[in-house]
């Protein structure tokens, strides 16, 4: 028996080794078939990739575009570390300000090449997707060359990006009725009651639409297009009923037809009873068509009930089966499309209050490291003087986690509160302190300080006592991209609503916009307007909603919905931080120093050399007398003081600074009185002095207090504001234009018949002379278009200045193309270089800055000439002058990139020929073995020296 079952063991085992054997012997044959089959796939893919390289239509043109970009990124890299290293630089007499402006002409330069790269990889796609289509029936095959264009794309765009907001525009605007109904539910969701956004843009499998739904109180829901800027659905419930929460939208395609189904929570209504309040969903589903909802599709309204109170409820798009439900406490619960319950997390406390909720996709936290399907939910409660973050994610199977909770450390009294999907997380107190912090989920959850708190000022809604003020509402920000936030306020005093878009990273503003408040919201001093910011489907738009103040006059009363387009960059860099500490300095409150316009007359004069702070302490001693003539004198001292007159006298940034603030310092009439004065229009000052500092190039606007063009135009010296213009590299575009605008109200009351002449300190220039200044100075097409927006608002000023660059135009299209020199010669090297003759210089600016300017000029104020009848022929004159010369200038971009070798090539030769003198040969050598040590080749090791 016993050998027997031996046997039968001893058979078994070699049964099954020999099965094992056989199914590795399958196993190995299927992994080496696949193996086979990836490398076959990798090298066909290798191979369609290089055949859609070498396709005779792009070969050429990627070449050319592959090696202008490396040689682009180099030069953005040896660029903006001198720029951070000159940033870093105390301010001292060695740091002349020729050297910023170096920096800066070489970073405008590195924009235009950006630009150049941009258009040259935007004009290749297109022609890339034609040669697919005919070398390949399956045009998927192209895809690699394409996403290796769009990720070069992606880089170009980061250098060329900069923050701007574009004027909002109006997208609804619903009035309050004359006798309200009874008062809802207060809600933490908005700020008031009376048209509800929904903060969550409405989900679409395609992605081709964005939708935002509006419930606005006695009258109904509404979903509007932001594509159309039309309603495409409404749903009116009459003015008896009313909602506890921004409503929620979510589309999809059923059977070929688009359908929205729009879910909204009633707060009061005659269909519901007391107890309901806050707990009732309704819910539509209709096709987009458009318009209003007819009979039957109201009847065919569904409902239903929850077992708490509602503040927010959100239909995302990555959970197109579910919803998610937010109570007053942080209660949040998944139901289905039906509002059946799927799971729940239970609210933190009862005495927490929630703030503000967010949703983002589950793959697009860069806090949680997670590759999982599904949405993050962020809650911000308020519990006492403690802020609660609470994180949780729901999967695609309407499974909802918790992933902590963490108090912030402060105690704060929240006046709001956002959130950016990459973590960063802003809080706002009433008294003006804006705090950031970075959330972190790993290993658990954590709210570390981004960078030390903001305290802001200049704006209404501040309260220094931290208790409500009839203003508090007048505030509302929105996390965007990294640390970058939008903010919306409105300044003190002014009726003024002001954008802006700060770096919290760094506390810098980045971007400003102002606007005029709407006259229907009823601002006062002791009447406040609710701000409130909300996102849409666009990364490049935000909603502003302005809430009207409570007033007697209800039936005049309305709220606005505006669309606010704007530019962010993907990513914080100290590159577009960069320059903009000054303009963020008059949001900003410095605590124990109070904020003058002018400095006192007591001086620090440390950091400049002996002979320097002699000139300065006589220059300010003569200014305090009020004589204006020994100011020049111990100016002419200083200059003629320097011991070699071939050498120019040191001009630093500290040094010229302290002149500066001398010459502008105005004291009062009394000469006992310590305290200074603002300048009068017809006062003068030491212009000589400036004069001098502007043609060495000395100046920066920075320098003085308000910018430089205020403190001349304050003086009436028109004759350096024009030198400044030529010499001095960043006048804000605002301050150019203001200029522009004065220049041609003068231009046209000279063209009129009874023109008077006013005599003036200093008489203005013409307006083609200006203009051509105006033109080519180097500006940002985003302040740009809003500074002549702003200061050339009426069309018979925009015709004036349109009909000398339409006779620039002109004069451009009559010259004659040359594009091969008529003569040409061999360098050292052999090769052939072109002989340039001099030729006659056109007194207008290039083709290009002519062509730039027009495009701001039309893009601002193309409205208003529309509008205005003697505009329109010469609209019709620009159209037939610019079409052509778009067009040649769209075919001679294609031939850049093939050229662009050529022309750098003797730029580069010139730069690396061997001098002639002994002592430049010996720099010329040590500058060669620098750069060879510093080189860093594929297979070269580097060696890092601390």
């Known amino acids: 028996m016993s050998a027997s079952l031996e046997n039968s063991y001893a058979a078994s085992q070699r049964s099954a080794a020999a099965a094992l054997e056989e199914r590795r012997a399958e196993l190995s044959a299927q992994e080496a078939n696949i193996a086979d089959a990836r490398v076959r796939f990798d ?25 202008g970009f490396l040689a682009h990124e180099e030069a953005c890299s040896r660029t903006l570390a001198e720029a951070l290293e000159l940033a870093e630089r105390p301010a001292n007499e060695r740091l002349r300000i020729t050297q910023f402006n170096d920096v800066l002409n070489e970073l405008d330069q590195l924009l235009e090449e950006a630009g150049q790269l941009e258009s040259s990889i935007t004009a290749i796609s297109p022609r890339q997707a034609e040669c697919i289509v005919q070398l390949s029936d399956r045009p998927e095959q192209g895809s690699r060359l394409i996403a290796t264009l769009s990720a070069l794309l992606v880089f170009v765009q980061t250098d060329l990006m900069s923050a701007s907001i574009s004027d909002p525009f109006l997208l609804a605007s619903y009035s309050l009725p004359s006798l309200p109904g009874r008062a809802s539910f207060k809600s933490s969701a908005s700020k008031a009651s009376h048209v509800l956004v929904d903060s969550q843009y409405a989900s679409t499998s395609d992605k081709a639409n964005s939708f935002v739904s509006l419930a606005v109180q006695g009258d109904g829901v509404h979903v509007l297009d932001l594509s159309t800027l039309h309603p495409a659905t409404s749903h009116t419930l009459g003015p008896n009923t009313r909602f506890a929460c921004p409503p929620a939208s979510r589309t999809s395609k059923r059977n070929g037809v688009q359908t929205c189904t729009t879910y909204g929570v009633i707060d009061s209504s005659p269909d519901i009873e007391e107890d309901h309040r806050g707990r009732a969903v309704w819910w539509w589903e209709e096709s987009l068509s458009g318009g209003v909802m007819t009979a039957d599709a109201q009847r065919k309204r569904q409902s239903a009930l929850v077992s708490h109170r509602i503040t927010h409820i959100c239909a995302p798009e990555d959970l197109p ?23 729940s997390i239970d609210a933190e406390s009862e005495e927490a ?58 105690k704060l009294d929240i006046a709001d509160a956002s959130i950016s999907s990459s973590g960063c997380l802003t809080v706002m107190s009433r008294s003006g302190v804006w705090s950031s912090y970075s959330l972190s989920a790993t290993p658990t959850l954590t709210a570390s300080p981004l960078c030390s708190p903001v305290s802001l000022n200049s704006l209404s809604f501040i309260s220094p006592t931290g208790h409500p003020i009839p203003h508090c509402s007048e505030i509302s920000i929105l996390a965007l991209t990294s640390s970058h936030v939008l903010l919306a306020g409105m300044p003190h005093g002014e009726p003024e609503i002001v954008l802006l878009i700060w770096d919290m990273q760094y506390g810098i503003a980045l971007a400003e916009h102002r606007f005029h408040c709407p006259s229907h919201l009823h601002h006062g001093q002791q009447r406040g307007v609710a701000i409130e910011l909300v996102v849409s489907g666009s990364t490049d738009q935000a909603l502003l909603i302005l809430h009207p103040a409570t007033g007697k006059h209800e039936q005049t009363r309305a709220t606005s919905v505006l669309v606010v387009p704007y530019v962010v960059p993907k990513i914080s860099t100290i590159a577009n931080a960069l320059g903009r500490a000054a303009a963020s300095q008059q949001w900003l409150r410095v605590e124990g120093e109070s904020r003058k316009r002018h400095a006192p007359p007591t001086r620090d004069f440390t950091g400049v050399t002996p002979l320097q702070e002699r000139s300065l302490k006589a220059m300010l001693a003569a200014q305090h007398s009020r004589d204006l003539s020994e100011v020049q004198n111990q100016w002419k001292v200083f200059v ?136 080519n ?19 018979e000023d925009v015709v004036c200045v349109l009909e000398i660059l339409d006779g620039w135009l002109e004069r451009w299209g009559a010259e004659k193309l040359q594009l091969v020199p008529e003569g040409v010669k061999k360098d050292e090297s052999g090769a052939y270089v072109a002989v340039l003759t001099e030729q006659k210089v056109l007194e207008i600016p290039p083709l290009d800055k002519v062509l730039a300017f027009i495009s701001a000029f039309l893009d601002s104020s193309f409205l208003a000439l529309l509008t205005y009848q003697p505009a329109h022929p010469l609209l019709r004159t620009l159209l037939a002058r610019l079409e052509p010369e778009l067009a040649l200038a769209s075919e001679l971009q294609a031939l850049k990139g093939p050229l662009q070798a050529f022309l750098t090539a003797p730029r580069r030769a010139d730069r690396q020929r061997k001098p002639d003198t002994p002592a430049e040969q010996i720099k010329w050598k040590r500058a060669q073995a620098e750069e060879r040590e510093m080189n860093v080749g594929i297979y070269q090791v580097e060696t890092l020296w601390l």
Not at 322 to 334: D, E, F, Q, S
Not at 781 to 793: E, F, I, N, T
């Open 353 to 410: 209050i929630i703030v503000r909720h967010f949703v983002f996709p589950l793959h697009a936290c860069g806090f949680i490291s997670s590759q999982l399907g599904g949405v993050v939910s962020i809650s911000v409660l308020k519990r006492g003087t403690n802020v609660i973050i609470a994180v949780s994610t729901v999967n695609t199977g309407g499974q909802i986690q918790s992933l902590g909770r963490c108090t912030i450390p402060e």
């Open 43 to 67: 090298a066909e893919r290798l191979v369609s990739f290089y055949d859609e390289l070498l396709a005779p239509q792009v070969a050429d043109a990627i070449a050319s575009l592959v090696q």
């Open 640 to 775: 003629k003081a320097v011991p070699n007159p071939s050498v120019q006298p040191c001009l630093g940034h500290l040094f010229v600074k302290h002149v500066l603030d001398i010459v502008f310092l105005v004291t009062a009439p009394s000469a006992s009185q310590d305290d200074t004065a603002p300048a009068h229009a017809s006062t003068p000052y030491a212009r000589d002095t400036v004069k001098y500092l502007l043609e060495r190039k000395a100046v920066s606007d920075a320098m003085v207090d308000g910018g430089l063009i205020p403190a001349l135009m304050e003086r009436k010296d028109w004759e350096n504001a024009v030198l400044a213009l030529s010499t001095v590299s960043d006048l804000p575009e605002s301050a150019v234009i203001s200029l522009l605008a004065q220049v041609v109200a003068q231009h046209r009351r000279q063209s009129a018949s009874d023109a008077m002449q006013v005599d003036a300190p200093s008489a203005l220039p013409t307006l083609p002379a200006f203009l051509t200044l105006c033109v």
């Open 321 to 343: 089966e579910y919803l998610l439900l937010v109570g007053p406490n942080g209660r949040i619960t998944i139901t289905d499309a039906e509002l059946t319950v799927y799971s």
């Open 777 to 795: 100075y180097a500006a940002s097409p985003g302040p740009l278009r809003v500074a002549l927006k702003k200061h050339l608002p009426h069309a």
